[in-house]
């Protein structure tokens, strides 16, 4: 198993990179996620592989971060998603939007993205929802460079929700409508208040 390649940026497009090392060119086919984090052609550069070995090819999968690596691998999982599609999923959404539109059930918003098709986007949402964190895709979604993790406060409005009669996976619904209206929101007693507003 690769489980990375470090050496030097030869060539960069959108959708793959080669990368030389040890005198030897890998061709990655990487998401725009990725793209947008490489360096210039010419700079050293390291990206996470996944090496797709098949019966009439092999073909290599570049990642920047772990994050995107372990979406790709999430997505693989499901049943009629391809490589090849992941790849495209993720270069249509980022991580914190697509684990959000999964832990919601949001087929509508994958199947926006190109070459998604409503049944797949729907088997995405029912086969992966117990594998994302609702949670860290709520407070990645609404983190702005000046906030602080606001993943507790988002954890504790859910609670407060559970607590006062709402099951999780309706909690979770709120806070989501909440923080996708008002991703400025800064306190627990706020997130609440707007999300029992908007139950009546």
Sequence with gaps: MIAYIKGLLVEKFFDRVVVEA????????IPISTFDKLPHEGDEVKLLAWHCVREDDEILFGFATTA??????KLTQVSGVGPKIAL??????????????????NAKRISAIKGVGKKTAEKICVELKDKVNAIEALASTSRSSKDDDK??????????????????????????????????????ETV?????SGKK
């Design 68 to 73: 995107e690596r372990e979406m790709f691998l």
């Design 22 to 29: 040890s005198g030897v060119g890998y061709e990655l086919f």
């Design 88 to 105: 495209a999923i993720l270069s249509g959404s980022s991580i914190g939007e697509l684990s959000l539109a999964i832990a919601s059930g």
């Design 151 to 188: 993943a507790p406060m988002l954890r504790d409005a859910i609670l407060a929700l559970s607590a006062l009669g709402f099951n999780e996976e309706t909690a979770n619904k709120m806070v989501t409508q909440v923080i996708q209206s008002n991703p400025s929101v800064a306190d627990v």
């Design 192 to 196: 609440i208040k707007l999300a029992l």
